[in-house]
């Protein structure tokens, strides 16, 4: 019962143009049958400010993370979750959020978790769809529940753990979307960010320094699929077939690039790191790189 | 936490919050992000003498006068698409509002805990509101001792 794709001529170049719809598909298909949008973002309240008619919240921190173990909610927690927000196993669900969708790819790479296969970043997100204009509403739509079915969540195929990390490092490309001054270790955090997040600066040997927002244009789209290219393929040198992990503070922005190089680029094996740096920056023994080399495997 | 130390408007906040079902409890703290006080123009046009909260997500600057009367005033500024901080600033502002330095620096850093809003706005948010009291508190402690 998918929704039609968006065949908007911008996304035709990239591998999987059916990941993406733009701000005027949107605004034609509000309301359309087996389509739920969400709004997922980094500010927990922006929501409640004001959201696209029709669109349910699902929060990255609250609704996502398991509230005790650092993890995610499991097969049940995550079929109640969407299941009460009117999302079925078919639905075609549409995610947006605040800061270049950071929020909204994290919460589209958890869906992939749960082997969700319909589900779409609106391209450009929340400053997009503002920025043209378009209206918010504050009425929280009550959507009727509907039965999700309780499947499990298959880690082994676009997450990576430390120890995958550990493994990887030397045979399989790394990609830190951090900041210059995160990937150098002058900080461990964002610039403008809390500093309290690891223990040590630095990176992990051999990545490449490619930070998340080089990915999107002026007005919060993503670049055309040749721009993309000469980034990721020509300057880091990432070839068709290459395994590839992308990691940074909490897993959120690269999310983002973990988008980028999976549904625009079409890189078939490509993981996302969760545990990122404030797992990697605080554990015991594990091999750190100062500075703006990528450095050498130890 | 030390009740005794609570300043009175704060200890209200607070069970205003705690009587509230979760959902509702971000209700309310949306609307404390709508009600933060504009600055007053000496501070609107000079951001220079803003200090930036470097706890928050979003940028946030505050500035702390302590009149001839030790009385203490806060002015905060959050932009629009950042409620959440809006909401932490507008507490702290309405809370301390009229207190004289010894209270404000007698309220425990951890009245951000005590809220209870770490379920709604999960507890990694809450740390940005600790280091917004934290700052006002240093301030104060900076500027009465001018």
Redo the contacts between chains.
């Keep these: 019962m998918a929704v039609e794709r968006d065949p908007s001529p911008a996304f035709a170049a990239f591998a999987h143009p059916e990941r993406l719809v733009s701000t005027e598909w949107l605004a034609e298909h509000l309301g359309d049958p087996g389509l739920v949008v969400v709004e997922s973002d980094?500010?927990?309240?922006?929501y409640?400010?004001g959201h696209i008619e029709g669109a349910v919240k699902i929060?990255w921190?609250?609704d996502l993370n398991d509230?005790v173990t650092r993890d995610y909610v499991d097969g049940a927690g995550f079929a109640a979750l969407v299941g009460g927000k009117g999302i079925g196993r078919d639905t075609t669900v549409v995610i947006y959020g605040?800061k270049n969708n950071w929020w909204a790819a994290y919460a589209l790479w958890v869906f992939t978790l749960f082997g969700h296969e319909d589900v779409r970043l609106l391209d450009g997100g929340r400053a997009k769809w503002e920025a043209e204009g378009r209206p918010y509403t504050t009425e929280v739509p009550a959507p009727a529940a509907v039965e999700y079915p309780v499947v499990e969540r298959d880690d082994s195929v676009e997450r990576a753990y430390k120890e995958d990390v550990l493994a990887a490092i030397g045979t399989v490309p790394l990609v830190d979307v951090r900041s210059p001054e995160e990937y150098v270790g002058d900080r461990t955090t964002a610039p403008?960010?809390?500093?309290?997040s690891a223990l040590r600066a630095g990176h992990i040997p051999t990545a490449r320094n490619v930070p998340w927002a080089r990915a999107v244009a002026e007005d919060g789209t993503f670049k055309p699929l040749s721009e993309l290219d000469a980034i990721y393929r020509d300057e880091i040198g990432l070839k068709e077939g290459d395994d590839v992990i992308a990691y940074c503070r909490i897993g959120e922005r690269s999310s983002h690039t973990w988008f980028v190089l999976t549904h625009l680029l079409g890189f078939q094996n490509v993981r996302n790191y969760d545990g990122s740096w404030t797992e990697w920056g605080s554990a015991v023994r594990v091999p750190i790189v100062k500075g703006a080399e990528p450095g050498e495997a130890p | 936490m030390s009740e005794r130390h609570l300043p009175e408007a704060l200890a209200g906040i607070r069970d205003d919050f705690l009587a509230l079902e979760q959902n509702e409890r971000?209700?309310l703290?949306?609307e404390f992000?709508n009600s933060l006080p504009e600055l007053p123009e000496r501070y609107a046009n000079h951001p220079d003498l803003l200090e930036?909260v470097?706890?928050?997500?979003?940028?946030v600057f505050l500035f702390v006068e302590v009149d001839d009367a030790d009385i203490v005033h806060v002015f905060v500024t959050a932009p629009?698409?950042?409620?959440?901080?809006r909401?932490f600033a507008s507490i702290l502002a309405e809370g301390l509002k009229g207190l004289t330095v010894e209270q404000v620096l007698a309220v425990p850093p951890d009245y951000p805990l005590t809220i209870g809003l770490t379920?709604?706005?999960?507890p990694?948010?809450i740390?940005?509101m600790m280091?917004l009291l934290g700052r006002i508190q240093r301030q104060v402690a900076e500027k009465s001792a001018a």
């Design positions: 980094e500010d927990v309240l922006l409640e400010t929060d921190h609250t509230p605040d403008a960010y809390p500093e309290e | 971000l209700q703290l949306l992000a930036r470097e706890e928050c997500q979003s940028p629009r698409e950042a409620p959440t901080t909401g379920e709604a706005v999960s990694l948010r740390r940005g280091g």
